[in-house]
């Protein structure tokens, strides 16, 4: 599990934590914010967000500023 300050932290392209959240897209993510774990496919990293796919129909944006910690499974 990887522990973020999200304040300090943002996923800008280049950024260390750009590249890893870019080498895992397509593998299973769990992400614990402010408001509970949502788990998925990491589908989509972008300056600000990631974008969880959680079914064939249903995609989730997550602002990073709201995320605590991530695990990928």
């Known amino acids: 599990?990887?522990?973020i300050s999200p304040n300090n932290q943002l996923p800008f392209p280049g950024s260390p934590l750009f590249q890893l959240l870019t080498k895992h897209i397509g593998e299973n993510i769990s992400?614990?914010?402010?408001n509970g774990e949502i788990t998925g496919e990491l589908?989509?990293?972008n300056t600000g967000?990631?974008?969880?796919t959680k079914d064939?129909?249903?995609e989730e944006h997550i602002v990073f500023?709201?995320?605590?910690?991530f695990?990928?499974?």
């Open 1 to 3: 599990m990887a522990s």
């Open 31 to 34: 992400v614990f914010t402010m």
């Open 43 to 45: 589908s989509g990293v």
């Open 49 to 52: 967000y990631i974008t969880i």
């Open 56 to 58: 064939t129909f249903s």
């Open 65 to 69: 500023g709201t995320v605590i910690s």
């Open 71 to 73: 695990s990928f499974s």
